[in-house]
C-alpha cells in the first residue's frame, strides 16, 4: 500500500511539473502579445520611437518574423537533440531577447530583441508541444496540453498587470523599459526546473533507451515498471516505433508528406493556426485600446483595466475548457468555441458601429461586454485546443516537424494580423469586425466535415484513425480495467 501511494505522489509530482513547465511557456508567449497592447497605449513608448502605424504594425511581427525564421529548423533539433534540449534553448533565447528589447536605445535595437525573443517562442513552442504530448499519462494529456495556451491569460494577466503599475512612471523611459526586461523572468523559472524533469518516453525508445523510457512512463503514470498499463503503453510505444523504422519512416520534412495518412495528419494540425489567428482574438489581443477607442473609452488607465479584467475572466474559462476537452471531445469543443465567436463578432461589429461614435454610456459598456463574451467563447475552445490537437494527430516521426510547421504557419497567420488589421480598422473601422466573423463560418465547416475526435486514446491508438490499423498487438488501454492499472483517475488531474 505504502509503495503504491508513494508512486502515486511521484506521478503527481511529475505530471505538475511538466504542466509548470508548459505554463511557464505559455506565459512567456502571451506575455509578449499582451505587453506589446499595454506598452503600445503608453505616450513614452510612442514617443520614444517616434511610432507610426507602419512601425507599431513592425515592432508587434517582429516576434512572428523570428519564429517563422526558426520554425523550419525547429522540428530537427528537437528530434536531434530531444524535447528538454529544445525547451532550454528556447528559454535562454527568450531571456537574452528580453533585455536586449528592455535595453533599446533606438527602434532597430528593439526589433532585433523582439526578433530574438520569437526564435525561442518558434522553438518553445515545437518543443514543449511535443514534450508534453509524449510525457503525460493518456488520460492527462488533454488536461495538460489544454493548460498550454490557458495560461496565455495568466501572461496577458501579469504582463498588463505590471505595465498598469509601471505607466504610472510615464513619461519616463522606465514605463515602457521595465514590462519588457521582466519577460526575463518566466524563462528563468523554466530554466529551473528542467533538471529535475524526465526526457520524453517516445524520444528515448527512439533513441534506444528503453529502460529509461520504461521508467519515466511508470513515473508518469504513478505505477510500478511492472504493471499493466505501464506496460502496454511501453509496448505500445515500442512496436509503434519499431514499425515506423521498419516501414522505412524517417525524421523530417520528406516523410510528413510522404503518403496520404501523413499528409492528412499535416493539414488537420495545421487547420489551427488559422482557427486560432484569424477568429478575432489577436485582433483584440494587439489592438483592444484602438477597439476600446473606437466603442468610445479612449482613456489608457481606463483600457488596462478592463485588459485585467478581460485577463482574468479567460482564465477561469480555459480552465473549465480543458477540464472538459476529455469528456466533451476536441470536435465538439471547437465547434461551440468557433459558433460562439462567430456570433460574438457579428454583435461587436454591430455595437461599434451603432455606439462607437456616441455617448451613450449604455451602449459603450454594451460594447465592452460583448468583447468580454467574445474571449469567454474563444477561451472555452480554441484556446486549449491550441496546442493539444496538433501533437496529438502528428505520429511520432513527424510530431516535432509538424509542430514546427503549425509554429510557422501559426505565425504567419499573426504576420497577418499585425501588418493587415492597422490598415482595415483605418479603411473599415468597425465594418473589419464583420468581415472577420464572416470568414470564421468557412472555419466552422473545415471543422465539422473533417476533424477526426482523439478524446480517449493513447498517442499510439490515435495512429490507428489516420493509418487504418493499430501497430502493436496488445489491447487499447481503455479496455484494461482501473483496478489491474493501479491508476487512480482523481490524482491523474
Given at each position: 500500500m505504502f509503495e503504491q501511494m508513494s508512486q502515486q505522489v511521484k506521478m503527481s509530482l511529475t505530471t505538475a511539473l511538466v504542466v509548470s513547465v508548459c505554463i511557464v511557456d505559455s506565459i512567456t508567449i502571451a506575455y509578449d502579445g499582451s505587453v506589446m497592447g499595454s506598452v503600445n497605449v503608453m505616450s513614452s513608448y510612442g514617443n520614444y520611437f517616434n511610432l507610426t502605424t507602419a512601425t507599431i504594425a513592425v515592432n508587434s511581427t517582429a516576434t512572428y518574423l523570428?519564429?517563422?525564421?526558426?520554425?523550419?529548423?525547429?522540428?530537427?533539433?528537437?528530434?536531434?537533440?530531444?524535447?528538454?534540449?529544445?525547451?532550454?534553448?528556447?528559454?535562454?533565447?527568450?531571456?537574452?531577447?528580453?533585455?536586449?528589447?528592455?535595453?533599446?536605445?533606438?527602434?532597430?535595437?528593439?526589433?532585433?530583441?523582439?526578433?530574438?525573443?520569437?526564435?525561442?517562442?518558434?522553438?518553445?513552442?515545437?518543443?514543449?508541444?511535443?514534450?508534453?504530448?509524449?510525457?503525460?499519462?493518456?488520460?492527462?494529456?488533454?488536461?495538460?496540453?489544454?493548460?498550454?495556451?490557458?495560461?496565455?491569460?495568466?501572461?496577458?494577466?501579469?504582463?498588463?498587470?505590471?505595465?498598469?503599475?509601471?505607466?504610472?512612471?510615464?513619461?519616463?523611459?522606465?514605463?515602457?523599459?521595465?514590462?519588457?526586461?521582466?519577460?526575463?523572468?518566466?524563462?528563468?523559472?523554466?530554466?529551473?526546473?528542467?533538471?529535475?524533469?524526465?526526457?520524453?518516453?517516445?524520444?528515448?525508445?527512439?533513441?534506444?533507451?528503453?529502460?529509461?523510457?520504461?521508467?519515466?512512463?511508470?513515473?508518469?503514470?504513478?505505477?510500478?515498471?511492472?504493471?499493466?498499463?505501464v506496460q502496454v503503453q511501453y509496448q505500445e510505444?515500442?512496436?509503434?516505433?519499431?514499425?515506423?523504422?521498419?516501414?522505412?519512416?524517417?525524421?523530417?520534412?520528406?516523410?510528413?508528406?510522404?503518403?496520404?495518412?501523413?499528409?492528412?495528419?499535416?493539414?488537420?494540425?495545421?487547420?489551427?493556426?488559422?482557427?486560432?489567428?484569424?477568429?478575432?482574438?489577436?485582433?483584440?489581443?494587439?489592438?483592444?485600446?484602438?477597439?476600446?477607442?473606437?466603442?468610445?473609452?479612449?482613456?489608457?488607465?481606463?483600457?488596462?483595466?478592463?485588459?485585467?479584467?478581460?485577463?482574468?475572466?479567460?482564465?477561469?474559462?480555459?480552465?473549465?475548457?480543458?477540464?472538459?476537452?476529455?469528456?466533451?471531445?476536441?470536435?465538439?469543443?471547437?465547434?461551440?468555441?468557433?459558433?460562439?465567436?462567430?456570433?460574438?463578432?457579428?454583435?461587436?461589429?454591430?455595437?461599434?458601429?451603432?455606439?462607437?461614435?456616441?455617448?451613450n454610456t449604455s451602449g459603450i459598456y454594451g460594447t465592452v461586454a460583448v468583447i468580454f463574451l467574445y474571449l469567454g467563447s474563444y477561451a472555452f475552445g480554441l484556446t486549449p485546443l491550441t496546442n493539444m490537437y496538433p501533437p496529438e494527430v502528428l505520429s511520432y516521426n513527424i510530431r516535432a516537424t509538424g509542430m514546427g510547421m503549425f509554429t510557422l504557419a501559426a505565425k504567419a497567420c499573426g504576420v497577418f494580423v499585425t501588418m493587415v488589421f492597422p490598415y482595415m480598422f483605418e479603411s473599415l473601422g468597425w465594418k473589419t469586425y464583420i468581415v472577420n466573423a464572416s470568414w470564421n463560418i468557412l472555419f466552422f465547416v473545415w471543422v465539422f466535415f473533417f476533424w477526426v475526435e482523439t478524446k480517449g486514446k493513447t498517442l499510439e491508438e490515435i495512429d490507428e484513425l489516420f493509418d487504418g490499423l493499430k501497430h502493436s498487438d496488445v489491447p487499447d488501454l481503455d479496455k484494461i480495467g482501473e483496478k489491474e492499472r493501479g491508476l487512480i483517475a482523481e490524482s491523474e488531474v
Amino acid at each position: 500500500m505504502f509503495e503504491q501511494m508513494s508512486q502515486q505522489v511521484k506521478m503527481s509530482l511529475t505530471t505538475a511539473l511538466v504542466v509548470s513547465v508548459c505554463i511557464v511557456d505559455s506565459i512567456t508567449i502571451a506575455y509578449d502579445g499582451s505587453v506589446m497592447g499595454s506598452v503600445n497605449v503608453m505616450s513614452s513608448y510612442g514617443n520614444y520611437f517616434n511610432l507610426t502605424t507602419a512601425t507599431i504594425a513592425v515592432n508587434s511581427t517582429a516576434t512572428y518574423l523570428g519564429s517563422i525564421l526558426i520554425a523550419p529548423f525547429a522540428g530537427y533539433l528537437v528530434d536531434w537533440r530531444g524535447r528538454k534540449e529544445g525547451i532550454i534553448v528556447s528559454a535562454i533565447l527568450n531571456i537574452i531577447g528580453a533585455v536586449i528589447s528592455g535595453a533599446a536605445q533606438n527602434i532597430g535595437m528593439f526589433i532585433a530583441g523582439r526578433m530574438i525573443i520569437g526564435l525561442g517562442m518558434g522553438l518553445a513552442q515545437t518543443a514543449a508541444g511535443s514534450y508534453v504530448s509524449e510525457t503525460t499519462a493518456p488520460r492527462v494529456r488533454s488536461f495538460a496540453l489544454g493548460m498550454y495556451f490557458t495560461c496565455w491569460a495568466l501572461g496577458g494577466f501579469l504582463a498588463t498587470g505590471i505595465c498598469y503599475g509601471s505607466a504610472r512612471l510615464d513619461p519616463s523611459d522606465w514605463a515602457w523599459r521595465i514590462p519588457c526586461i521582466l519577460q526575463a523572468f518566466p524563462p528563468l523559472c523554466v530554466l529551473a526546473m528542467m533538471p529535475i524533469l524526465p526526457e520524453s518516453p517516445r524520444w528515448l525508445v527512439y533513441n534506444d533507451r528503453n529502460e529509461e523510457a520504461l521508467m519515466v512512463l511508470a513515473r508518469i503514470n504513478g505505477a510500478t515498471p511492472d504493471d499493466v498499463g505501464v506496460q502496454v503503453q511501453y509496448q505500445e510505444i515500442i512496436d509503434t516505433l519499431n514499425y515506423e523504422k521498419s516501414d522505412g519512416k524517417r525524421l523530417g520534412f520528406h516523410e510528413i508528406v510522404r503518403d496520404a495518412p501523413n499528409r492528412k495528419r499535416l493539414y488537420l494540425a495545421l487547420s489551427l493556426a488559422p482557427l486560432t489567428m484569424l477568429t478575432g482574438s489577436n485582433v483584440i489581443t494587439y489592438y483592444y485600446g484602438t477597439m476600446l477607442t473606437q466603442a468610445g473609452i479612449s482613456s489608457s488607465q481606463t483600457q488596462m483595466e478592463i485588459n485585467l479584467v478581460l485577463s482574468a475572466w479567460q482564465f477561469i474559462i480555459a480552465v473549465i475548457g480543458s477540464l472538459l476537452a476529455e469528456k466533451l471531445g476536441r470536435k465538439f469543443l471547437c465547434l461551440s468555441s468557433l459558433g460562439a465567436c462567430t456570433v460574438m463578432f457579428y454583435l461587436v461589429g454591430a455595437m461599434t458601429a451603432v455606439y462607437g461614435d456616441s455617448s451613450n454610456t449604455s451602449g459603450i459598456y454594451g460594447t465592452v461586454a460583448v468583447i468580454f463574451l467574445y474571449l469567454g467563447s474563444y477561451a472555452f475552445g480554441l484556446t486549449p485546443l491550441t496546442n493539444m490537437y496538433p501533437p496529438e494527430v502528428l505520429s511520432y516521426n513527424i510530431r516535432a516537424t509538424g509542430m514546427g510547421m503549425f509554429t510557422l504557419a501559426a505565425k504567419a497567420c499573426g504576420v497577418f494580423v499585425t501588418m493587415v488589421f492597422p490598415y482595415m480598422f483605418e479603411s473599415l473601422g468597425w465594418k473589419t469586425y464583420i468581415v472577420n466573423a464572416s470568414w470564421n463560418i468557412l472555419f466552422f465547416v473545415w471543422v465539422f466535415f473533417f476533424w477526426v475526435e482523439t478524446k480517449g486514446k493513447t498517442l499510439e491508438e490515435i495512429d490507428e484513425l489516420f493509418d487504418g490499423l493499430k501497430h502493436s498487438d496488445v489491447p487499447d488501454l481503455d479496455k484494461i480495467g482501473e483496478k489491474e492499472r493501479g491508476l487512480i483517475a482523481e490524482s491523474e488531474v
